[in-house]
């Protein structure tokens, strides 16, 4: 069995030099313990948070050890009574085909969806696009939403959710194929391609106008900048902004610019919060239950970008930061 382990703390960009593949022979499963073989992994850019040696809300990754991340696996050998061969379990021992792990670091998933799904919109990009929508925004009959960085793995399955529950929905990506992937995949009402557009906000007021509608009253935010500051320009009075991720912001070296029009929360009665997925694990049922619904319906669809092999890991990991990927990257193991 392989895994990917990191070598030494990268400086900036990771390079090939940062980590390495090892090979290793499993022993049998010691008692309480159970052997997976991973089907799948996924990747994801706060991972590289993880490889610098500093305190965050989770511990590093240790160095000469296999990297740790969300996996779904099928038990191969079983010393503990509550798994069995066959079993489909998550876990976050992904960056390696294979491992032998304590029952307490596994849960069991159902058949009920593809394997991949629950690393997707039955996962924790699903849970974050749910808990934002209909906890955080309070989503209600007739709103009209807007989706920022709408092509990614939390982005798409917000689109989704909001257009099973009968709404209009805007999106907004960067490039044509991105936008053909709004239109055509996620049959989003409304598609920007915002490197193509010379003020957001203008490009927001035409798709907003051209769905009949008088502004938004929901907007799901993962980019900010001047994503944020269109849609308070967009905004109904006692519009709701779930506020996910601001991944243009990041990077960011100097204060941001925009936006300009923050007074707007105030003449408008917006309500703006921000929330982390994890404090809403409670609405986990919930959600499950209306993905398998939406998925034997044909209504949510499996957005991924898929990498085939241990071996393109660390391929599948840089394609984050060069925004070629649309949906959720996954790595397929199995
Ligand atoms: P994505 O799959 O959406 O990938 C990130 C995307 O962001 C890229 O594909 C790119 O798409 C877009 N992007 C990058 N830079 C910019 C920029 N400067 N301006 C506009 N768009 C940009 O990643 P995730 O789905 O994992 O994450 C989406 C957001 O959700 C992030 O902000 C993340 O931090 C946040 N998040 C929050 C969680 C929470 O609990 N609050 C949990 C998980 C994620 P494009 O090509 O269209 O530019």
Request: charged share 20%.
């Amino acid at each position: 069995s392989r895994e990917i382990h990191l070598k030494r703390r990268p400086a900036g960009d990771t390079v090939p030099e940062d980590f390495a593949t090892v090979a290793r022979e499993l022993p049998p499963p010691a008692a309480g313990e159970v052997q997976v073989r991973n089907l799948w992994m996924a990747v994801d850019p706060a991972m590289r948070g993880r490889m610098n040696d500093v305190r965050s809300y989770i511990p590093p990754f240790a160095l000469d050890a296999p990297m740790e991340g969300p996996a779904i696996g099928e038990v191969t050998a079983s010393n503990d009574p509550g798994f069995a061969p066959g079993d489909l379990v998550f876990s976050r021992l992904g960056w390696r085909e294979a491992f032998n792990a304590p029952a307490s670091a596994l849960q069991r998933r159902d058949r009920a969806l593809p394997p991949q799904a629950y690393l997707c919109y039955a996962g924790m990009p699903g849970l974050t696009a749910y808990a934002g929508l209909l906890r955080i925004a309070a989503l209600k009959p007739g709103d009209v939403v807007f989706v920022s960085a709408a092509s990614g793995a939390v982005g798409s399955i917000a689109c989704q959710i909001a257009r099973n529950k009968g709404h209009k929905v805007i999106g907004s990506a960067g490039g044509p194929e991105k936008v053909a992937f709004l239109r055509d995949v996620l049959k989003v009402d409304g598609a920007i391609d915002y490197k193509a557009e010379p003020s957001l906000t203008k490009a927001l007021a035409r798709e907003v106008k051209a769905i009949g509608a008088e502004g938004i009253d929901v907007y799901f935010e993962n980019v900010g900048g001047d994503h944020l500051q269109a849609a308070l320009s967009l905004a109904n009075d006692f519009a709701r902004f779930a506020i996910c991720g601001m991944i243009s912001q990041y990077n960011l070296t100097e204060a941001p610019v925009v936006p300009r029009n923050l007074t707007m929360l105030m003449t408008k009665r917006i309500r703006m919060e921000g929330y982390i997925a994890l404090d809403h694990m409670d609405l986990e049922p919930q959600m499950l239950a209306d993905m398998v619904a939406w998925h034997d319906a044909g209504r949510m669809a499996q957005a991924e970008t898929v990498y085939e092999g241990i071996d393109k890991a660390l391929d599948a990991f840089w394609g984050l930061f060069t925004g070629a990927n649309i949906g959720r990257t996954m790595v397929k193991l199995g």
